[in-house]
């Protein structure tokens, strides 16, 4: 099991720009797996982005490419989550979770969540 802890989140008008972060703590970090989720009120957890223990491959929820960006620092033990152009329907809880597999789309796959931090986008 790896603890971690998101970062970041706020208030933003409608396209502005965030930055997440999700710090880690544990020695195995550079051998996860690392997601990134979102939930809004009333709806399910949606899965936003993943990212390989090496961080050469991502990939994204189709709705999200080209807006989303993940990136990590294995050296730091964190997970970056970009996000850009932001619209008032990506208000919502981010979390990042860490799993053994690359990739993985689905919240059963990941072993260890952070507490998740509010993303709020005023329009």
């Known amino acids: 099991q790896v603890q971690l802890v998101e970062s970041g989140g706020g208030l933003v008008q409608a396209g502005g720009s965030l930055r997440l972060s999700c710090a880690a703590s544990?020695?195995?970090?550079?051998?996860?797996?690392m997601g990134w989720f979102r939930q809004a009120p009333g709806k399910e957890r949606e899965f936003v982005g993943t990212?390989?223990?090496?961080?050469?491959?991502?990939s994204y929820a189709d709705s999200l490419k080209g807006r989303f960006t993940i990136s990590r620092d294995n050296a730091k033990n964190t997970v970056g989550l970009q996000m850009n152009s932001l619209k008032p329907e990506d208000t919502a809880v981010y979390y990042c979770?860490?799993?053994?597999?690359?990739?993985?789309?689905?919240?059963?796959?990941?072993?260890?969540w952070g507490q998740g931090t509010q993303v709020t986008v005023s329009s």
């Open positions: 979770a860490a799993g053994l597999s690359y990739p993985s789309f689905y919240f059963y796959d990941y072993h260890s």
């Open positions: 990212i390989s223990a090496s961080g050469a491959r991502t």
């Open positions: 544990g020695r195995t970090f550079n051998s996860l797996a």
